[in-house]
């Protein structure tokens, strides 16, 4: 059975592998990727401090070992009742079975912010850390945007920032985190969202939550309270839009409508994993379980009578919380750096993961234990998630939506096909 994977990021090379092991030679695997790396990011947020860095892996080495061609394009529209995609590049192909894990598109989160995540440039924030050296910046405002958002960097950062600011020798830096959460990573119960609160509090960072930031007048106005920060500047984490591929159901941000089993909304042989699937999380772990739902449908359909059953989705690490200022603001070593999460590696999975570490690509601190003791333990089932806090963050996201042509546009054309489709019109 020829199956497509559409996607080289953490959901496309968990399902790649995942499908190898699980169908063996049931399937012919296809890897279809614009890039030619995949990027393991995990540490790339303490890059700015010299702790951490993006690691590059050759998607051409991790095919081969899983038996599967490449193919350096993208994918642009789906067809599933014809089993075709076209792509980017001009061309199209066949498939009996399609994996989408193309991703989510990032855009600015706050109009006039300075757009930092750990995917992007870490001499963007560099060049702060010597603005903060020298003495130029003393007021500094770290904002979360309603919306799909994955937070955590943003505290991290804050926290990194914070400890770097003492070390310099630079005592009233002032740095703020606005969120328009209830509490910091609010979505995993109120124990993370205390311990996050009293960890920021213990960094001596200002900490305002329930609120929706915007530029004015070179500061910052929070709504709803309409509270104004004279900050000198801003940097906020990107809000995420779906990839709004045309032929699949999507939402009105252009994420990808999927059932339970991970199979998209109205179609048959495609199947959707990753940040580009409308959920109320952004998490690696979440995509490599999203991914392994999906390798056992199409497992399935190849034929396969019992493939693993990946469970219930959750999510869980811990928080180091609780420690020694330097352990979590400062590098411990070379090479090493001090994250709020453990394992220091985050992404979970069962495939990747271990490809990672075999490989020499995983740091080791990502499989070995933190001290007995140290940190909350962060274990939540992502259907909890979903609940009150989850409709609250949905409402903030539809009131201060940002408004976007090109997504807009695509919902528009979507909807279009969509209705002629559903009255009989190729």
Same mark, same amino acid.
């Given at each position: 059975?020829?199956?497509?994977?559409?996607?080289?990021?953490?959901?496309?090379?968990?399902?790649?592998?995942?499908?190898?092991?699980?169908?063996?030679?049931?399937?012919?695997?296809?890897?279809?990727?614009?890039?030619?790396?995949?990027?393991?990011?995990?540490?790339?947020?303490?890059?700015?401090?010299?702790?951490?860095?993006?690691?590059?892996?050759?998607?051409?080495?991790?095919?081969?070992?899983?038996?599967?061609?490449?193919?350096?394009?993208?994918?642009?529209?789906?067809?599933?009742?014809?089993?075709?995609?076209?792509?980017?590049?001009?061309?199209?192909?066949?498939?009996?079975?399609?994996?989408?894990?193309?991703?989510?598109?990032?855009?600015?989160?706050?109009?006039?912010?300075?757009?930092?995540?750990?995917?992007?440039?870490?001499?963007?924030?560099?060049?702060?850390?010597?603005?903060?050296?020298?003495?130029?910046?003393?007021?500094?405002?770290?904002?979360?945007?309603?919306?799909?958002?994955?937070?955590?960097?943003?505290?991290?950062?804050?926290?990194?920032?914070?400890?770097?600011?003492?070390?310099?020798?630079?005592?009233?830096?002032?740095?703020?985190?606005?969120?328009?959460?209830?509490?910091?990573?609010?979505?995993?119960?109120?124990?993370?969202?205390?311990?996050?609160?009293?960890?920021?509090?213990?960094?001596?960072?200002?900490?305002?939550?329930?609120?929706?930031?915007?530029?004015?007048?070179?500061?910052?106005?929070?709504?709803?309270?309409?509270?104004?920060?004279?900050?000198?500047?801003?940097?906020?984490?990107?809000?995420?839009?779906?990839?709004?591929?045309?032929?699949?159901?999507?939402?009105?941000?252009?994420?990808?409508?999927?059932?339970?089993?991970?199979?998209?909304?109205?179609?048959?042989?495609?199947?959707?994993?990753?940040?580009?699937?409308?959920?109320?999380?952004?998490?690696?772990?979440?995509?490599?379980?999203?991914?392994?739902? %999906?390798?056992? &449908?199409? *497992?399935?359909?190849?034929?396969? +009578? $019992? =493939? @693993? !059953?990946?469970?219930?989705? #959750?999510?869980?690490?811990?928080?180091?919380?609780?420690?020694?200022?330097?352990?979590?603001?400062?590098?411990?070593?070379?090479?090493?750096?001090?994250?709020?999460?453990?394992?220091?590696?985050?992404?979970?999975?069962?495939?990747?993961?271990?490809?990672? %570490?075999?490989? &020499?690509? *995983?740091?080791?601190?990502?499989? +070995? $234990? =933190? @001290? !007995?003791?140290?940190?909350? #333990?962060?274990?939540?089932?992502?259907?909890?998630?979903?609940?009150?806090?989850?409709?609250?963050?949905?409402?903030?996201?539809?009131?201060?939506?940002?408004?976007?042509?090109?997504?807009?546009?695509?919902?528009?054309?979507?909807?279009?096909?969509?209705?002629?489709?559903?009255?009989?019109?190729?």
């Amino acid at each position: 059975m020829d199956v497509l994977i559409a996607g080289g990021g953490v959901a496309g090379v968990e399902a790649l592998l995942g499908l190898r092991e699980v169908a063996g030679t049931r399937v012919r695997l296809t890897l279809l990727a614009p890039d030619p790396d995949f990027v393991y990011r995990p540490m790339a947020v303490a890059e700015p401090f010299g702790a951490g860095m993006a690691r590059h892996v050759q998607l051409a080495d991790i095919a081969a070992d899983a038996g599967a061609d490449l193919v350096a394009d993208a994918l642009v529209a789906v067809d599933d009742g014809a089993r075709q995609v076209r792509l980017r590049g001009g061309g199209s192909r066949g498939f009996d079975a399609l994996l989408v894990a193309t991703g989510a598109r990032a855009v600015a989160g706050v109009e006039g912010a300075v757009t930092w995540w750990p995917e992007g440039d870490p001499e963007i924030y560099g060049g702060l850390l010597r603005d903060i050296d020298e003495g130029y910046s003393k007021r500094l405002a770290i904002v979360v945007p309603p919306g799909a958002v994955w937070p955590l960097p943003a505290y991290e950062l804050a926290i990194m920032t914070a400890g770097e600011a003492y070390a310099l020798g630079h005592d009233d830096v002032q740095i703020t985190v606005v969120t328009p959460e209830r509490a910091p990573l609010s979505l995993f119960g109120p124990e993370a969202g205390a311990a996050v609160a009293d960890e920021l509090k213990r960094a001596g960072v200002r900490l305002i939550t329930g609120a929706v930031a915007q530029r004015a007048n070179g500061g910052l106005q929070l709504a709803p309270s309409g509270e104004r920060l004279d900050v000198e500047r801003v940097f906020a984490v990107p809000r995420l839009l779906g990839p709004a591929i045309e032929g699949l159901a999507a939402d009105e941000e252009g994420f990808v409508l999927v059932g339970e089993d991970g199979r998209v909304r109205d179609a048959q042989r495609t199947w959707a994993a990753g940040d580009g699937v409308d959920a109320p999380l952004k998490f690696g772990g979440l995509a490599t379980h999203q991914a392994r739902v %999906a390798v056992a &449908g199409i *497992a399935r359909l190849a034929g396969v +009578a $019992a =493939p @693993p !059953d990946p469970g219930e989705a #959750v999510v869980q690490g811990r928080l180091l919380v609780g420690g020694t200022r330097s352990r979590r603001l400062r590098p411990t070593g070379a090479g090493q750096s001090a994250p709020l999460w453990w394992p220091q590696g985050k992404v979970a999975g069962e495939y990747l993961p271990r490809w990672l %570490a075999e490989h &020499g690509f *995983a740091p080791t601190s990502a499989t +070995a $234990a =933190p @001290p !007995d003791g140290e940190g909350l #333990v962060i274990r939540r089932e992502v259907r909890a998630m979903a609940g009150a806090e989850a409709q609250y963050l949905f409402d903030l996201r539809r009131r201060y939506r940002i408004d976007d042509p090109a997504i807009a546009s695509l919902g528009r054309e979507m909807r279009a096909v969509q209705a002629r489709s559903s009255h009989g019109t190729p």
